[in-house]
């Protein structure tokens, strides 16, 4: 325990006890490696956490939703099923921060009923939501979105031949391509689906590895999409005298 002096309101100093003591720094995140540098404060659990004021309890790598992970992809490969690593857990593979919310896989639409039925006999709970581009498997607790149609189009043979195998968690998984992957993320931008901070963070991380005259053509009558490239265009996570070919203009100027 420490003692931690404070001032009230009313300029009398007191003291008061804390169960462990204050880190002396915060750790900062470094993403192109996934690693932290430094020494971090403690880590809050959800009683520990203080209402309205923005905290967020420290969330490390779910040993769940690599467990899933490794799950689906054995049996699906047992299966003799195509599929490809996508979403967060494929972005992280090509260098990006671990997803801590659920795992996404993509299968070829012709192979959804086969997929669903293979990993019901592997002991996952399968449940199909109103949404008719997925189905989600659970492993316990972990989710993972087993995913039969991307930015609009279903999943083919053609578009899982591009994804090479990566040594993922012990086993070959293949993973789609970065800019595959950024891509549909960029295309779901919308007014109710506009969190950029986690976005920015991935493309960030992967931005040696993306095509942006391939995610440039994106942006053509999507504005949410024009909006982050102009973004990353300031911020130097694209490059700048590529911005002609991104969004098909100049660069508008700094204010």
């Given amino acids: ?127 199909r939501p109103p949404e008719d581009w997925l189905f989600k498997a659970y492993a316990g607790d972990a989710m993972v979105d087993v995913l039969h149609r991307l930015r609009g189009e279903p999943v083919d043979e053609r578009l899982l031949a591009t994804a090479p195998e990566h040594e993922v968690l012990g086993l070959r998984i293949p993973v789609l391509p970065a800019t595959e992957i950024v891509l549909a993320k960029l295309e779901a931008l919308s007014e109710r689906n506009c969190d950029l901070e986690g976005l920015l963070a991935v493309v960030r991380a992967v931005r040696e590895q993306l095509d942006w005259e391939t995610l440039g053509a994106a942006a053509d009558g999507r504005p949410f999409v024009e909006a982050f490239l102009v973004l990353v265009a300031r911020l130097g996570i694209a490059p700048e005298e590529s911005f002609s070919k991104i969004c098909h203009t100049d660069l508008p100027p700094a204010r």
Avoid: N
Wanted: one cysteine or more; aromatic letters at 4%; a negative charge.
């Fill in 1 to 127: 325990r420490q003692d931690v002096g404070v001032e009230l309101a009313y300029g009398c100093p007191q003291s008061i006890e804390v169960a462990r003591p204050v880190g002396r720094r915060a750790a900062v995140q470094d993403v192109e490696g996934g690693q932290s540098h430094g020494e971090s404060l403690p880590i809050m659990t959800p009683s520990e956490s203080v209402p309205d004021k923005g905290l967020v309890p420290d969330k490390g790598p779910s040993p769940l939703l690599r467990e899933a992970l490794r799950t689906v992809a054995s049996t699906l490969k047992a299966e003799q099923i195509g599929f490809a690593l996508a979403g967060g857990y494929g972005l992280w593979v090509h260098g990006a921060p671990e997803p801590v919310h659920d795992v996404d896989v993509a299968v070829a639409d012709r192979d959804v009923e086969a997929a669903a039925v293979a990993l019901a006999q592997a002991g996952l709970r399968v449940e």
